[in-house]
């Protein structure tokens, strides 16, 4: 699908946006390891923790999203 045609922001554009405003992407250190992931397979600007690292995070946050 081709979000633009729709007038809705890529996910590139949404990512930077995100930066932008200061949000941190953590991603799951658990999937990482089930899936056999590298730091190297993200994008630039993620974090990778555990449960532990997301909490005392999402705790101190306003707003917070876990997919």
């Given at each position: 699908?081709?979000?633009?045609?729709?007038?809705?922001?890529?996910?590139?554009?949404?990512?930077?946006?995100?930066?932008?405003?200061?949000?941190?992407?953590?991603?799951?250190?658990?999937?990482?390891?089930?899936?056999?992931?590298?730091?190297?397979?993200?994008?630039?600007?993620?974090?990778?923790?555990?449960?532990?690292?997301?909490?005392?995070?999402?705790?101190?946050?306003?707003?917070?999203?876990f997919i």
């Amino acid at each position: 699908m081709q979000f633009n045609t729709k007038g809705i922001a890529s996910i590139e554009e949404l990512r930077f946006a995100c930066l932008e405003s200061g949000v941190k992407f953590i991603a799951c250190q658990m999937t990482v390891d089930l899936f056999d992931f590298k730091p190297t397979d993200f994008i630039d600007g993620i974090e990778i923790g555990g449960a532990a690292t997301f909490l005392e995070f999402a705790g101190k946050s306003d707003v917070n999203l876990f997919i």
